[in-house]
């Protein structure tokens, strides 16, 4: 092996070893299902949450749209990669993905930038495929899903998850100047987002609306669990395991009555093994996919409609 052969694949395990640490630091439920994966196939996931983490900081934490753009470029091929993008066209060439759904994460992440005001159910599930639809398509690759069939579930399952998300974090998103619960649905209760941004939104009516989106969730995550088949048996136990514990974080917050002002839930521990072991003796479903699922993402990679 040549001096720069070696320079070359010492980079390369380097940028995998800082993903692994970026994935288990700031990722607990997807580091913790990626364990099931082949040691190969989990280091390509770490180096995807890895670039899919830096696009959301950028967002997030200091709201940097040149920063954005200059990804985008590098992701298109227009500008040289930076090591960790140039890591995932790697992966990426190696798994036969297409990278453009990373482009849509962008603009989702984009879209971030300033105040949120999401209006209705059809702007949340197109803002939820982007930011995270979006990651289910990606990750097709590296699972070794072949059957074209299987994409849309993968798109549901990363809706059920991002829908989750947002039930979760009313209450920090709107410290952060942003409502994505739909205005409309708000309305229908009596609430609107100015209330929910100046703390004074009525829990009771809010609590509603969200358990209304965890059961818009759920049948997302239903049809998520129809494409698991797909995925070939040695890497789908770490999808089926995130996929469960995401969706125990709706039932935690079920619990609760749906009050997200009251702040974050999380899954426990000892509830996290018991998931793990109910996934094992679990049938897979069986289904097509129903279209009307997809009825706001129309012309989106990987949505049927």
């Known amino acids: 092996m040549s001096r720069s052969s ?34 190969d196939r989990r280091d390509e ?11 959301d900081d950028l967002g997030d934490e200091t709201a940097d ?3 954005l753009e200059a990804l985008r470029a590098q992701i298109e091929g227009t500008a040289e ?21 990373l482009l849509h994460l962008i603009d989702g992440v984009l879209s971030d930038l300033g105040e949120v005001r999401v209006a209705s159910d059809a702007e949340l599930l197109r803002y939820c495929y982007r930011v995270a639809g979006t990651v289910g398509l990606l ?10 069939w299987a994409l849309p579930h993968a798109v549901d399952l990363g809706l059920g998850m ?14 952060r100047g942003r409502v994505y619960v739909p205005a409309d649905r708000l309305a229908a209760v009596g609430v609107t987002h100015d209330q929910i941004l100046a703390g004074t939104a009525d829990r009771e009516a809010v609590a509603e609306v969200v358990l209304e989106l965890l059961d818009l969730a759920d049948g997302y995550y239903a049809s998520g669990a129809c494409g698991m ?20 974080i709706g039932e935690v917050l079920r619990a609760r009555r749906g009050d ?8 426990g521990s000892l509830r996290k093994l018991w998931l793990v072991a109910t996934v094992v003796v679990q049938r897979l479903p069986r289904g097509a996919h129903d279209p009307q699922l997809h009825r706001a993402l129309v012309g989106l990679p990987g949505c049927v409609a």
């Open 260 to 267: 997200a002002l009251a702040g974050r839930v999380w899954v």
């Open 81 to 101: 990669p930076s090591p960790l993008v140039g890591a995932w066209l790697e992966v990426a060439e190696r798994r036969h993905i297409d990278s453009e759904p």
């Open 6 to 39: 070696r320079s070359s694949q010492s980079s390369q395990q380097a940028i995998v070893a800082t993903s692994r640490e970026v994935m288990a630091a700031h990722a607990r439920t997807f580091n913790g299902a990626a364990a099931f994966l082949p040691a």
């Open 65 to 67: 749209r040149d920063g």
């Open 45 to 55: 996931a770490a180096v995807l949450y890895a670039l899919c983490r830096e696009i």
């Open 139 to 148: 990750m097709c690759g590296i699972l070794g899903v072949e059957d074209d």
């Open 162 to 175: 991002q829908l989750t998300n947002i039930c979760r974090d009313v209450l920090e998103d709107a410290e």
């Open 229 to 248: 088949a797909a995925i070939p048996f040695r890497t789908r136990w770490a999808i089926r395991i995130a996929s469960r514990t995401y969706q125990e």
